[in-house]
């Protein structure tokens, strides 16, 4: 995990620059790789005009109401990873009811100062999504703002368009290792601070670390997980429950992250983790009884050493 945040954020509002900006523009829900190069070209134009690379997304902007993929922490986790500058949050309850005009103007001319702007071919934005690629260079040619936009970006033998809602489809079905792949190698993840569950675990014999799924955030299809695991510096593996744990817990709506972590019984209670899902290895299922439950857990635990091993993390299986 990124403990050092160089990405700074904004909401709202940027402090004024003489110099300007060079801006990424879209919400980039899961910054897939089709993300990943029109941030990267921003952040090497920023650098070679001498400007500020700058991205600009929202919050309460999303197109279903099952939650977001990154969480604006997340995206200024992988933003500082990608070497940017800043990231400006706007409230799109704010900005949905402008003209596309107005905002082209008294966003990206005035409160951004932007000097180049980088967006996918699909970017819209002001009123009912008015606004689009050839507004957007329209106004560039008369303002001198470099406008560059990008092409769809293909992925797989059947050349599918690379999209969050794609993301949303793989995650929803387990297939975290395609998210992976989607997304350059970043996985999905939870993150948080380890709560008290109800101790059923740490009673079998499998302590496990319990994070609270916040409702803005994706839900995965409810199972269990190999998954890594960031506490501070240090990187551990184990396995998670994503769901509603049904054996133990048969009223509970409140989804979390439970995780038995490999070689590892500290009290970590009160820190804050981050839960990487690697693989799935099977849907959430109420067993009839405890014991039955212990049993499935130990060889989920061999399911998910197997599956580290092959993938070149060595242990003993």
Not at 194 to 223: C, S
Not at 294 to 311: M, N, P
Request: overall charge negative; hydrophobic content about 40%.
């Amino acid at each position: 995990m990124n403990n050092t945040l160089t990405t700074v954020c904004y909401l709202d509002t940027l402090p004024f620059l003489h110099k300007g900006r060079a801006v990424a523009l879209g919400f980039f829900d899961g910054i897939h790789t089709g993300h990943q190069q029109i941030i990267r070209q921003t952040v090497k134009t920023a650098a070679l005009q001498g400007l500020t690379s700058t991205v600009m997304t929202f919050i309460n902007f999303s197109k279903t109401d099952n939650g977001v993929l990154t969480t604006i922490e997340e995206k200024r986790e992988i933003l500082s990873g990608l070497g940017v500058d800043e990231l400006l949050v706007l409230d799109f309850n704010a900005v949905k009811d402008m003209a596309a005009e107005d905002f082209l103007y008294e966003i990206i001319l005035v409160r951004l100062s932007a000097q180049a702007v980088l967006a996918g071919t699909d970017y819209r934005f002001g009123k009912n999504a008015s606004g689009d690629a050839e507004l957007l260079k329209s106004f560039g040619s008369s303002k001198g703002i470099e406008v560059s936009i990008f092409e769809d970006k293909l992925y797989g033998e059947e050349k599918r368009r690379l999209s969050s809602t794609w993301l949303r489809e793989a995650a929803g079905q387990g297939d975290v290792e395609l998210y992976s792949k989607l997304c350059g190698g970043k996985c999905f993840s939870y993150s948080g601070i380890v709560v008290h569950g109800n101790q059923l675990g740490r009673q079998l014999g499998f302590p496990t670390a319990n994070l609270i799924i916040p409702e803005d955030k994706f839900k995965v299809r409810r199972g269990v997980y190999v998954s890594r695991v960031y506490l501070g510096k240090t990187k551990l593996y184990g396995v998670t429950n994503v769901g509603l744990k049904p054996t133990v817990n048969e009223d509970d709506t409140q989804q979390t992250a439970e995780t038995f972590i490999f070689d590892f019984d500290e009290d970590i209670y009160g820190a804050r983790i981050k839960v990487e899902l690697l693989s799935f290895i099977r849907p959430e299922c109420k067993f009839s009884s405890v014991d039955e439950l212990q049993a499935q857990v130990e060889q989920d635990k061999q399911t998910a050493k197997t599956w580290l091993s092959k993938s070149g993390i060595i242990f003993p299986v």
